[in-house]
């Protein structure tokens, strides 16, 4: 089954309003990753955060990790239309040669 | 910046044949991955390799194989293509650190089986 599970599903904000999305997984892991998708195109990084890390920021994207409740979040603060994109969280296990379990996304639909 | 190139943004392959799907990367990245993605599962990695010559087995292996015979090149090959391997392929690497790491993706090869 999926290490991390994105809710909601999708997601239909104006612009200019916060985006919120979360994540949920279910082992221990060493880090955790959101990756934003355009449709039909690939994947982009956005934010990494280690298990040992509670918050971390880039430009108007928050990231925060619970490790107690298994859990993160991603906020878009600020939204514009060009954010419209399925967003995605990953889990990277304990062991150094886990690799990335990728959710099934939340699609953030932003309106002018 | 970091590029990762596919072959095909498109294919349309007939059941049975053969199916070669590319993918290279322009940094010294000792990892790629082979992924699918499919609506509602995710993406779901195929393959990956550590090296060159070196492979492991992701989740769905079966139906697949890859060569990685040069570092910055990781075939995905599908040897009797089916109708159920209509997916979009997304390949990926590393930088460093190990595959646990960022992730750089290609765009995309979307491929239908008919």
């Known amino acids: 089954s999926q290490q991390g599970e994105e809710d909601p599903q999708a997601l239909s904000i104006q612009e200019g309003e916060n985006a919120t999305m979360n994540c949920s997984y279910k082992?221990?892991?060493?880090?955790l990753q959101w990756y934003r998708q355009n449709s039909g195109r690939g994947l982009v990084h956005l934010i990494l955060?280690?298990?040992?890390?509670r918050e971390k920021h880039s430009g108007r994207l928050r990231v925060t990790l619970d490790t107690s409740k298994k859990s993160s979040s991603l906020l878009i603060t600020a939204s514009r239309a060009a954010d419209t994109a399925s967003y995605f969280c990953a889990t990277a296990g304990a062991g150094t040669a886990s690799k990335l379990t990728f959710g099934t996304g939340t699609r953030l639909q932003v309106t002018l | 910046d970091v590029k990762v190139t596919q072959s095909s943004r498109y294919l349309v392959k007939r059941t049975g044949e053969k199916v070669f799907l590319e993918c290279v990367q322009d940094m010294d990245h000792e990892n790629m991955f082979w992924y699918r993605q499919d609506p509602g599962l995710g993406l779901r990695l195929i393959y990956f390799s550590y090296d060159v010559k070196m492979k492991e087995k992701g989740d769905i292996p079966e139906g697949y194989s890859v060569s990685r015979e040069k570092k910055e090149r990781f075939s995905l090959i599908l040897e009797s293509a089916s109708t159920n391997q209509t997916s979009m392929y997304l390949c990926?690497?590393?930088?460093?650190?190990?595959?646990?790491?960022?992730?750089?993706f290609g765009p995309g090869t979307r491929l239908l089986v008919l």
């Open positions: 955060i280690r298990s040992n890390e």
């Open positions: 990926a690497s590393t930088l460093a650190g190990g595959p646990r790491e960022t992730q750089y």
């Open positions: 082992t221990s892991i060493n880090n």
